[in-house]
């Protein structure tokens, strides 16, 4: 039975083999196939993985740049917020180095930034100084006029004003103050500096107080001028009439003692009356004076000479003169020096003929004339004495 099993296989099993066979086939098919796909997507993975490679080192470049840009902006910003903590420390020492009072408020008078100076003249603390308003140092008429100018600046941009400012324990400090509008991140403001001006304040008071003594000066002098004129030369010319009559009566009638004493007496009342004169005149300089207005010096010349006719006939004085420009001045009191400075150069001359040459020099805005002559002259030490009311440096004779 084994034997025949051998020899004569049962075909059942040839067919379970085969059924293997083509079972195993198909598996190794499917496996290839499997295989296959495998290698495909192998190669599809590997060109993504590739392309994912690429895509990291674009990233890692990307990243690389980002951070050298993000480090370059940091730097700048480090750069710049050291730069404007510089700006500000430099403002803040401009502002504090002012020799007056710095201020910045907005449209409500709120204060937006001072100086130290501010404090030290007010006298209120920097933590009391945001809840203050610019109003509230200033009193009475100045509070109306800073109201007012504060006003002006932010309508019409600028504006200045000079008022009292009030500190705490109540000093009032004159001080000159200037305003300028100005926009901060997008609102107005006034910023300013105030200056104290006590010692300019001082000066005027001075100069208006001496100005009113001057003026009480002067009028009592013009109304010393109109005693003299009046009441002294009335009693002068009494005794200058006596006395003539003295000499045209008793002339050589009494001894040469009588005629000498009432020739000292008659020149003596003539002296007399040429000084009150004089004194009148002196007295109307600064109140009798006419109006400036433009002059040629040469017409005032020749009215100076004009009233000296009889004076330069009789002393035979050479009088010669440049060409005189047009002057801004009073012509009466021009005219009164020419001939001044003619008489005298006349009436102190030395043994040569005199002689006189008036000039004129325009520089700048001034005209300075000189009037030059060949008399005995001035010493230099007597110079300024010579400009002093009634002085002589010589004799009568």
């Given at each position: 039975m084994s034997h025949?099993?051998e020899?004569?296989?049962?075909?059942r099993?040839?067919?379970?083999?085969d059924?293997?066979?083509?079972r195993?086939?198909?598996?190794?098919?499917?496996v290839?196939?499997?295989?296959e796909?495998?290698?495909a997507e192998k190669?599809q993975m590997h060109d993504?993985?590739k392309?994912l490679?690429?895509?990291?080192?674009?990233l890692?470049?990307?990243n690389e740049?980002?951070q050298?840009?993000?480090?370059?902006l940091?730097e700048?910003v480090?750069e710049?917020t050291?730069?404007?903590t510089?700006?500000?420390?430099?403002s803040?020492?401009?502002?504090?180095s002012?020799p007056?009072v710095?201020?910045?408020?907005?449209?409500?008078?709120?204060f937006?930034?001072w100086?130290?100076?501010?404090e030290?003249?007010t006298?209120?603390t920097?933590?009391?100084?945001p809840?203050?308003?610019?109003?509230e140092f200033?009193e009475?008429?100045?509070?109306?006029l800073i109201?007012?100018?504060?006003?002006?600046?932010f309508?019409k941009g600028?504006?200045?004003a000079?008022?009292n400012?009030?500190?705490?324990?109540?000093?009032r400090t004159?001080?000159?103050?200037?305003?300028r509008?100005?926009?901060?991140?997008g609102k107005?403001c006034l910023?300013g500096v105030?200056m104290?001006i006590?010692e300019?304040?001082?000066?005027?008071e001075?100069?208006?107080s001496r100005?009113e003594e001057?003026?009480?000066?002067?009028a009592?002098l013009e109304?010393f001028a109109?005693?003299a004129s009046?009441?002294?030369?009335?009693p002068?010319?009494?005794?200058?009439s006596?006395?003539?009559?003295?000499?045209?009566?008793?002339?050589?009638?009494?001894?040469?003692?009588?005629?000498e004493?009432?020739?000292?007496?008659?020149?003596?009342a003539?002296?007399?009356q040429?000084?009150?004169?004089?004194?009148?005149a002196y007295?109307?300089v600064g109140?009798?004076?006419g109006t400036f207005?433009?002059?040629?010096l040469?017409s005032?010349l020749n009215?100076?000479l004009d009233?000296?006719?009889?004076l330069?006939?009789?002393?035979?004085?050479?009088?010669?003169?440049d060409?005189?420009p047009?002057?801004?001045?009073?012509?009466?009191?021009?005219?009164?020096?020419?001939?001044?400075?003619?008489?005298?150069?006349?009436?102190?001359?030395?043994?040569d003929v005199p002689r006189?040459?008036i000039s004129?020099?325009?520089?700048?805005n001034?005209?300075v004339c000189s009037?030059?002559?060949?008399?005995?002259g001035?010493?230099p030490?007597?110079?300024e004495?010579?400009?002093?009311i009634?002085q002589?440096?010589h004799?009568r004779?």
């Amino acid at each position: 039975m084994s034997h025949q099993s051998e020899v004569f296989p049962d075909p059942r099993n040839r067919l379970t083999a085969d059924s293997d066979n083509v079972r195993l086939e198909d598996t190794q098919r499917a496996v290839l196939n499997i295989l296959e796909d495998f290698d495909a997507e192998k190669e599809q993975m590997h060109d993504t993985s590739k392309a994912l490679l690429n895509i990291l080192e674009d990233l890692n470049v990307s990243n690389e740049e980002l951070q050298q840009s993000r480090d370059v902006l940091e730097e700048r910003v480090i750069e710049r917020t050291a730069e404007l903590t510089r700006e500000k420390n430099i403002s803040d020492t401009t502002i504090e180095s002012l020799p007056g009072v710095f201020y910045l408020f907005d449209t409500q008078g709120k204060f937006l930034k001072w100086n130290k100076n501010w404090e030290l003249v007010t006298g209120v603390t920097a933590e009391e100084m945001p809840s203050k308003t610019v109003l509230e140092f200033f009193e009475g008429e100045d509070r109306t006029l800073i109201e007012q100018r504060i006003g002006e600046v932010f309508e019409k941009g600028q504006s200045t004003a000079e008022a009292n400012f009030v500190s705490r324990d109540g000093r009032r400090t004159p001080y000159y103050f200037t305003g300028r509008l100005v926009v901060l991140d997008g609102k107005e403001c006034l910023i300013g500096v105030g200056m104290d001006i006590s010692e300019r304040k001082l000066a005027e008071e001075a100069i208006k107080s001496r100005t009113e003594e001057l003026a009480r000066s002067n009028a009592e002098l013009e109304q010393f001028a109109y005693i003299a004129s009046h009441d002294l030369q009335e009693p002068l010319r009494m005794v200058s009439s006596y006395v003539q009559l003295l000499g045209k009566r008793y002339q050589g009638k009494l001894d040469a003692d009588a005629d000498e004493f009432i020739h000292y007496a008659a020149d003596g009342a003539n002296r007399m009356q040429r000084l009150i004169n004089d004194l009148l005149a002196y007295s109307r300089v600064g109140t009798r004076g006419g109006t400036f207005e433009p002059t040629p010096l040469e017409s005032i010349l020749n009215q100076a000479l004009d009233n000296l006719k009889m004076l330069v006939s009789d002393s035979g004085v050479i009088i010669t003169h440049d060409a005189l420009p047009m002057v801004y001045g009073d012509a009466g009191q021009l005219s009164q020096v020419f001939q001044n400075l003619i008489d005298n150069a006349i009436k102190f001359r030395g043994d040569d003929v005199p002689r006189v040459h008036i000039s004129a020099e325009i520089r700048g805005n001034e005209c300075v004339c000189s009037v030059q002559d060949n008399g005995i002259g001035i010493a230099p030490e007597y110079r300024e004495r010579i400009f002093l009311i009634f002085q002589r440096l010589h004799t009568r004779s």
